[in-house]
T-cell receptor
């Protein structure tokens, strides 16, 4: 089955520094990966996604890296801002269904 | 579009009572999902619909839980009878066709006492 895990439950960074949030997955057949951001009291918000035919995808201040060899993906946030403080989840569809398996989440704290 | 709209935002009820959570998906989205979030189990998919038809309800914890989607703009998640362990935040999400980017509502925080 699919399992998704995060390496660190909490990440504290200085404002302006870069943040890296990691995620491991177990199903080597997974072909689609999503990062969500959840602020306190709100629902998860889509940040960026990547398909398995890519190793890297960039958005606005965010980059997702996919290493299929070790089944690992990461979310990089450049110049972290206070507004980036939230819990970040990676999510992977189970098999070919729409069952998204969410990781346990990493809480990002941005120090002023 | 106002996004996915859920109601109520907060619900406190007594054990044994019936609880109904409501969701209005984004117009034009063919997929609707119900999730439950707890500290212990994280985000879990309960059920999802495609074009108003339930496709996979294997995440529904017990027969006490039921979900309906009578039309493309409305869905309900009902718990009858409710129990304290049902206390959680319930999210509704919707997405376009094959695009797996799901848009989540603000959630309903349910407390069963």
């Amino acid at each position: 089955g699919e399992s998704v895990g995060l390496h660190l439950p909490t990440l504290s960074v200085q404002e302006g520094d870069n943040s890296i949030i990691n995620c491991a997955y177990s199903n080597s057949a997974s072909d689609y990966f999503i990062w969500y951001k959840q602020e306190s009291g709100k629902g998860p918000q889509f940040i960026i996604d990547i398909r398995s035919n890519m190793d890297k995808r960039q958005g606005q201040r965010v980059t997702v890296l996919l290493n299929k060899t070790v089944k690992h993906l990461s979310l990089q946030i450049a110049a972290t801002q206070p507004g980036d403080s939230a819990v970040y989840f990676c999510a992977v569809p189970m098999d070919s269904s729409y069952k998204l398996i969410f990781g346990s989440g990493t809480r990002l704290l941005v120090r002023p | 579009d106002a996004g996915v709209i859920q109601s109520p935002r907060h619900e406190v009820t007594e054990m044994g009572q019936e609880v109904t959570l409501r969701c209005k998906p984004i117009s034009g989205h063919d997929y609707l999902f119900w999730y439950r979030q707890t500290m212990m189990r994280g985000l879990e998919l309960l059920i999802y619909f495609n074009n108003n038809v339930p496709i996979d309800d294997s995440g529904m914890p017990e027969d006490r839980f039921s979900a309906k989607m009578p039309n493309a703009s409305f869905s309900t998640l009902k718990i009858q009878p409710s129990e304290p362990r049902d206390s959680a935040v319930y999210f509704c999400a919707s997405s376009l066709d094959r695009d797996l980017e799901a848009f989540f509502g603000q959630g309903t925080r349910l407390t069963v006492v």
